[in-house]
């Protein structure tokens, strides 16, 4: 295992800057994901740790180690794309093989980490084909192995998943995060799909236009996301947004407009002045049926649709002329499929972002963190 510390890290195209000011700690044996749009810069960030892209400025240590001008194979990673790369002429057993003989270790050995990488990813059975008898999700398991018999310190894997279907993502989703717990490695993980990030990662990293967003457990991104992007993007359905006013401010609370009424919210007063504009947030899953307990904030919303699904409804609408969504386990919401229905979000729930996008500081836990 080793740790992996980024410091001020840069990366530039000429005179376009990808990647700027990254500052990240990774522990021995996290599992941390990279995640944001197409375009934040998260494979690259990768890559570079990698040593497949240049580092432009700062400094990047493995294990306590400056590695900016060590090249790929001597890094010690092991490193899995979405490209298979499997030799398609070679059976399992010698595409396991073919690093190790690369690196001129003796047969026996070669035989004995390959066996053992077999087995721990249950493809045993699969030594004598070639790769083109193979399953997607078995040919991702075979340069999962290839990684494997190297014994890097640390794991990257390049968005390895989005070949795969639906079903296939989920069981391989399986596979790696018990693979990480069998083998205690550093994993880096990289992904669109947030998702993945939020059931595999022990730290998420929140990338966008080449910076870090925030840093944080699965848990704390989605319950005290910094910024209202990060809201947004973690969690599925995504936050609800809605435009509103700071009416007044006291005693470590602020009044927020919110449609004709005014509703006091546990928000740290300092941080804003009556008058300003603000966005309020709710997760689908804050929604509850109005109780009439004091500090509910109620909302009416216009329904447009309602999705049952046993399990869960999903209540599809408009509310201060924005989109909502509202998620309630069950058959909760007993509504029809068109109309209106009132809603109410505990106060302890709401999230309020500054017109900068950052949020501003709450002084409440919410209900889901007791």
């Known amino acids: 295992m080793a740790d992996v510390q980024l410091e001020g890290i840069r990366k530039k195209y000429g005179s376009l800057e990808i990647l700027r000011d990254i500052d990240l700690e990774i522990e021995h044996g996290e599992f941390v994901v990279f995640v944001g749009p197409s375009g934040s810069g998260k ?7 990698g040593g497949l892209e240049q580092i432009s400025g700062g400094t990047l240590k493995i294990d306590s180690k400056v590695v900016n001008r060590v090249d790929a194979a001597d890094r010690n990673l092991g490193m899995v794309f979405q490209s298979y790369a499997l030799y398609p002429h070679l059976t399992v057993r010698d595409n396991l093989a073919f690093p190790l003989r690369m690196a001129k270790v ?11 990488a077999a ?22 398991r075979v ?18 998943l989005s070949n795969l279907d639906t079903e296939l993502r989920v069981q391989m989703r399986v596979q790696i995060a018990k693979l990480h717990r069998q083998l205690g490695n550093t994993m880096i993980y990289v992904t669109h799909d947030q998702v993945e ?21 699965p848990h704390d991104l989605y319950h005290r996301p910094a910024t209202e992007f990060v809201a947004g993007f973690i969690g599925s359905p995504r936050m609800n947004f809605l435009p509103s006013q700071v009416l007044s401010r006291n005693d470590g609370q602020v ?15 300092t941080a804003v002045d009556p008058g300003a504009k603000v966005t309020l947030g709710v997760r689908p899953d804050d929604f509850i049926s109005p109780s009439g307990n004091a500090g509910e904030l ?19 609408g408009t509310a201060l002329g924005e989109s909502v969504v509202a998620r ?12 209106q229905v009132s809603l109410a979000v505990a106060a302890s729930d709401c999230h309020v972002f500054g017109d900068d996008g950052k949020a501003l500081p709450r002084l409440q836990a919410p209900k889901s963190w007791s």
Do not use: C
């Not at 309630?328 to 109309?339: E, I, W």
């Open 298 to 316: 109620i909302l009416d919303i216009d329904v447009d649709f309602v999705e049952h699904l046993g399990s869960a409804t999903y209540l599809y």
């Open 43 to 49: 494979s690259t960030l990768l890559r570079m740790i």
């Open 255 to 269: 009044e927020v407009a919110v449609a004709s009424n005014g509703h006091w919210l546990p928000v740290d007063d």
């Open 143 to 160: 340069a999962i192995g290839r990684a494997i018999v190297r014994e890097p310190k640390v794991f990257l894997f390049d968005e390895p």
């Open 119 to 140: 087995k721990l990813l249950q493809i045993e059975h699969l030594l004598d084909r070639k790769p083109k008898q193979l399953s997607g999700g078995q040919r991702q």
């Open 197 to 217: 990030a939020m059931t595999m990662a022990d730290k998420i990293v929140v990338l966008k236009d080449g910076r870090i967003e925030q840093v944080g457990s």
């Open 328 to 339: 309630s386990p069950g058959d909760h919401f007993h509504v029809g499929r068109q109309g």
């Open 106 to 116: 003796k047969k026996a050995e070669i035989a004995a980490k390959v066996n053992d």
